[in-house]
């Protein structure tokens, strides 16, 4: 289990460093992370992203803590949290245009309370991932889950 998640850790940190150098090639200034503040308190938050995810349209998983078997059980930082969600259907299409989308998924918004209690929405940047593919089809796919996105983010925010 152990060797699972270093591998999971490096394959995040080589997907980090391909997706800066390929920003970087193109002249793009593209973040890798989008981050949202939140008007509203953790919990509200929390529970906000859950319920806009489904209205959505999108089935929700389990959470997960962020440090959730990176640390022991009971130093795990329970004020972040990621929400992992899918569309089966956008999951499919996607997978059919090009099967290297998996090395994306899945949907993931993680929110975080920071120390001094302020509330802030994580995801990935649609955009960015496009950077590590080269295919038409697939950017088409990739905008109608960015706007899916922006949507959440929205309800959730304001």
């Not at 569309?87 to 994306?104: E, K, M, R, Y």
Request: hydrophobic share 45%; net charge negative; with cysteine.
């Amino acid at each position: 289990m152990k060797h699972l998640k270093k591998l999971m850790l490096l394959s995040l940190l080589w997907l980090a460093t391909a997706m800066t150098a390929s920003a970087a090639e193109q002249g793009d200034k593209l973040k890798l992370t989008l981050v949202y503040d939140s008007p509203y308190g953790f919990e509200e938050t929390l529970e906000s992203l859950r319920n806009t995810i489904h209205a959505h349209n999108f089935r929700v998983f389990p959470d997960r803590y962020l440090e959730e078997g990176l640390v022991d059980e009971f130093s795990v930082n329970t004020r972040q949290i990621s929400v992992r969600f899918c569309n089966f259907s956008d999951l499919h299409q996607a997978l059919q245009i090009d099967p290297q989308v998996g090395v994306v998924l899945p949907c993931t918004i993680t929110v975080i309370e920071n120390a001094d209690g302020k509330v802030q929405l994580l995801t990935g940047n649609v955009q960015a991932m496009l950077t590590l593919f080269d295919n038409p089809d697939l950017t088409a796919a990739f905008h109608d889950l960015e706007q899916k996105y922006q949507a959440i983010i929205d309800e959730v925010t304001l």
